[in-house]
């Protein structure tokens, strides 16, 4: 579901102030966790690795509740909190101990919409969905620009100008249209993506 | 938690517009992610169909399916469907992804989604807010450059609408956002949070680095994700990597638990018929003598470990079982005086059926822990050409197959041949995990030296959970699925463990009965962990005495038992409980550190679905057992379920749903 790396110890350094109290979260370990990296991290901290407290799940405010009372005496003692987690769990802790600093070890880098292991799909939401006019190749996530109304033009041999990694998503939509006959909704009149619209509220059951 | 959706239906306008013309329609519908799960509607495939009806469109077919975005579970049910061929347009109500990946796998049929994905946050700036397993409000955007240290825990990226770094933009009014008066502005939370922290100057003379926008790359990111995908598809689908622990224990040489001064041995310690006990009370009884009979095909004859006197035939707790069964308790004289029935046997002069008869009167079960009677396995109701071995110990703390393999390795592979001949296979595979290095190489040297008659092939296989179980070995080595509810031979295939092998072996050779196993002892307060070999009726009460040292650190408040590993382990609510055949090790945890929490509300994450290995749909489970309605969760194929606990491992709600899978397996029996 999302990828994470380890900060440069550099930057952490100084934020730590001595009395360090190290929190794992192992809740998603099982898609993404560096846990070698955050081992070799919090040696050239000149941390202890067998003192980490590893918490599952930071993200559930009710768990992170009661693993705070349970680490209580650790927690009070300590003068900074490192916490290993994705975004999501750092806030959820740092918003139950306003008054301690909680520093972040890792970084969040990618996030996909589903399950453990990343789908090969990616939806932003963005409230009108367009897939029915490209042949289910979604240019919102897949365009590196996220462009609605065609190629950018930089393409070259079917790659993207940003990285030969990337396929030119509307190259893809372009061969998919043309394969099932479907040309005409290429070459549609386009809306204008209403951003509005991807900043919805949920719509309340009827 | 918050109810979210998801997902909401196009409006009406443009769904009449987009099937214009077109009839025949199969919705595919997905049950939706991220939700209590408290009820089965879905009312977005409702209002659809009411409109489809309205507009008098005709609807062939409708199937639900749960996260239609996990390709591979979605992707073979997807296809199972009938009245599909029969559609001339399949619409889609799902979020995007699931859209997609039913788009993807109906490649030759018009496919379209009738529904738009909404944002389940409605203050975020940035549409990737549906992250995290629990939703409470926090996201996150993954920009790559976490800035949570400079802003006391609240992400600017996510909650100012401008994705402001270096602080508020100015237009804020009363502590909210120009841009609604219904959102904070998060600089204002920041500058609050920062002071309670006295940490404000630090901040107001930060340099903050620009958004790196090129962070990360997109080859950083599709290494990382392949490595993760390739991680978890390894072997079978589904499954985990727990931390494996077994350092304690892989490196001690298998040692001989002391005598132990009396013994209970359990009249069932197999599947089948319980056992007749052959003594009383006050008889003299000797070592490896049968003291239980077995009084059916499907069962297994128990024999005296020790040499002594029977002080009691009585009821006792059975680890496994849960429930008290007969029990025949032995005061040992410690002098181990051999019965008459141990004479060798020389293998290659028996024919397969005697061989089988020994296997039967020496009581040789599965050790694997399942404890089918041996002799049945080897004689399958119809003919076999695989044999494979398993040396997959893939549950954590255990390491005992694997010291039986690196030290009794020639036993093993005696049990092998015998059980090769038997079944008469020529094609035996060996299979073991990575992790077991030195049992890997013991067993190359070992095939190096000594060529064997059959065609023996050692499978090295990528650790995962759980590897072991015969239905994954059997599909990643010979690409055979075993039906649902069906055995191994179905396929043509058997399956031994290991030990099971080297106890074939001495009850052949030797004439030895199965009156010992090595078992591995570990975890909390063990001062003596080790791989020891154990007399089977040998109290629990006695091993953790001796290997922990005494019995006064130990109590049932602040400790867990359990026997066997601790994914698939029985957990024990006494000591005075005897190990039996089918005890793979003895694991202690502390209780605050396995601690399940409190059991919460499925919130239908799908991480059940992603990592079950028999490709179930756990979470239904759940739904069923709330309702008290048992006799649904058949339809859900509890009976498939191994109970191997990866479901219960990842739940984020802590749900038990191992113990829910046994009570329903008992209920609709
Ligand atoms: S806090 Fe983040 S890393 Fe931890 S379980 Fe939740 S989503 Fe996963
Ligand atoms: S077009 Fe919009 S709703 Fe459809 S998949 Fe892409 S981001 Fe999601
Ligand atoms: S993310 Fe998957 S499970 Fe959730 S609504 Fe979309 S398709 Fe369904
Ligand atoms: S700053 Fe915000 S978006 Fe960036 S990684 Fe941290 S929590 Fe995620
Ligand atoms: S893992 Fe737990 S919360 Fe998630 S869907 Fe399964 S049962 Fe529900
Ligand atoms: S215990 Fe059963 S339902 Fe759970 S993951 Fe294992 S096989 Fe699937």
Not at chain 1, 176 to 192: I, N, P, Q, T
Not at chain 2, 194 to 214: A, C, G, M, T
Request: charged share 25%; glycine share 8%.
């Amino acid at each position: 579901m999302f990828i994470l790396e380890t900060k440069p110890k550099e930057e952490l350094e100084k934020l730590l102030k001595p009395g360090v109290c190290v929190i794992k979260c192992i809740g998603c370990r099982e898609i993404s966790l560096p846990e070698e990296k955050i081992e070799e991290l919090l040696k050239n901290l000149e941390l202890d690795a067998k003192d980490v407290l590893a918490v599952d799940y930071l993200c559930n405010a009710d768990f992170t509740k009661s693993r705070l009372l349970k680490y209580k005496s650790e927690i009070d003692k300590c003068n900074s909190i490192l916490v290993f987690s994705c975004g999501v769990g750092l806030q959820v802790l740092a918003g139950m101990l306003e008054e301690k600093s909680a520093v972040q070890g890792l970084n969040t880098i990618y996030i996909s919409g589903r399950g453990l292991a990343p789908s090969d799909y990616d939806c932003d939401q963005c409230g009108e969905c367009l897939l029915n006019l490209t042949g289910g190749i979604c240019p919102v996530t897949q365009c590196s620009k996220g462009l609605l109304n065609g190629p950018c033009g930089g393409a070259k041999n079917g790659k993207c100008e940003i990285s030969k990694d990337l396929d030119c998503a509307w190259e893809k939509i372009y061969k998919k249209l043309e394969a099932s006959g479907r040309l005409d909704s290429y070459f549609r009149k386009m809306k204008v993506r209403d951003y509005s619209k991807a900043l919805a509220k949920p719509k309340q059951p009827v | 938690m918050v109810e979210i959706k998801k997902t909401g239906l196009k409006p009406k306008e443009e769904i009449i517009e987009l099937l214009e013309g077109k009839n025949k329609i199969f919705v595919i519908a997905c049950n939706k992610c991220y939700k209590e799960y408290t009820d089965e509607t879905n009312e977005e495939l409702d209002q659809f169909l009411k409109l489809m009806q309205e507009n008098g469109k005709n609807v062939v077919g409708t199937a639900r399916i749960d996260f239609l975005c996990n390709g591979q579970t979605a992707g073979k049910k997807i296809s199972e469907f009938k009245n599909m061929d029969e559609a001339e347009t399949i619409c889609v109500v799902s979020c995007g992804i699931g859209a997609q990946t039913t788009m993807a796998t109906l490649d030759g049929k018009p496919v379209y989604t009738v529904s738009d994905s909404l944002s389940i946050a409605d203050n975020a700036t940035t549409p990737q807010a549906y992250h995290g397993i629990c939703i409470f409000g926090q996201k996150c955007a993954a920009c790559g450059q976490c800035y949570l240290n400079f802003t006391g825990g609240i992400c600017p990226i996510v909650e100012c609408s401008k994705s402001l770094i270096n602080g508020p933009c100015g237009g804020a009014k009363n502590g909210k956002c120009e841009i609604s008066k219904e959102h904070d502005c998060a600089w204002e939370k920041i500058y609050e949070r920062l002071s309670k922290q006295n940490r404000v100057q630090d901040f107001i003379f930060l340099q903050v680095n620009v958004n790196d926008f090129s962070k990360p790359t997109v080859e950083q990111t599709n290494a990382l994700i392949k490595a993760v995908r390739d991680k978890r598809d390894e072997n079978f689908y589904g499954g985990l990597h727990p931390y494996s622990n077994k350092d304690s224990t892989t490196d001690l040489p298998i040692t001989a638990f002391p005598e132990p001064e009396t013994v209970a041995i359990l009249l069932s310690q197999h599947t089948g018929r319980i056992c007749e006990p052959l003594v009383k009370a006050g008889e003299k009884v000797k070592y490896g003598q049968k003291i239980g009979e077995a009084g059916a095909p499907v069962s297994a004859p128990v024999h005296s470990s020790v040499s002594g006197e029977v002080i009691a035939v009585e009821p006792l707790l059975h680890p496994a079982l849960k429930k008290e069964v007969p029990a025949i308790i032995i005061k040992s004289d410690g002098k181990n005086t051999p019965h008459e029935s141990i004479v060798p046997n020389d293998p290659e002069k028996l024919p397969a059926e005697k061989l089988l008869e020994i296997i039967r009167e020496k009581g040789i079960v599965g050790l694997g822990g399942a404890m089918f009677p041996t002799h049945i396995k080897l004689k399958p109701p119809k003919p076999v050409d695989i044999l494979m071995i398993n040396g997959c110990e893939c549950e954590p703390y255990l390491t005992a197959d694997e010291r039986v393999i690196i030290e009794r390795t020639e036993k093993v592979f005696s049990g092998i041949h015998i059980i090769a001949k038997i079944l008469q296979v020529k094609k035996v595979y060996f299979a073991v995990e990575d992790h077991s290095q030195k049992a890997i190489a013991k067993i190359r040297d070992y095939i190096m030296q000594n060529p064997m008659e059959e065609d023996l092939s050692l499978v090295e296989l990528k650790t995962k959970y759980p590897q072991g179980a015969e239905r994954m070995l059997i599909k990643k080595i010979t690409g055979r699925e075993v039906p649902r509810g069906g055995l191994p031979f179905e396929v043509g295939v058997v399956v031994s463990n290991v030990g099971t092998c080297a106890a074939v072996s001495d009850a052949v050779r030797e004439g030895m009965p199965l009156v010992k196993r090595v078992i591995t002892v570990a975890g909390e307060n063990i001062g003596k962990p080790g791989n020891y070999e154990v007399k089977i009726g040998t109290s629990v009460k006695d091993i953790i005495a001796y290997c922990s040292g005494s019995l006064s650190g130990f109590d049932f408040i602040s400790y867990v038992l359990k026997m066997g590993g601790p994914m698939m382990g029985v957990q024990q609510q006494t000591l005075d409980v005897p190990v039996i055949k089918g005890t793979s090790g003895i694991v202690v945890f502390k209780k605050a550190d396995i601690e399940q929490d409190i059991a919460r509300q499925c919130i239908q994450c799908g991480r059940c679905v992603d990592v079950c290995p028999m490709e179930l749909s756990p979470l239904h489970f759940i739904f069923c057992a709330k309702q008290e309605k048992w006799e649904n969760t058949a339809a859900y194929n509890v009976k498939d379920c191994i109970e191997c606990g990866c479901c219960d491992y990842i739940c984020p709600s802590k749900l038990p749903i191992v113990e829910i899978v046994k009570k329903a397996k008992q209920k609709i029996k």
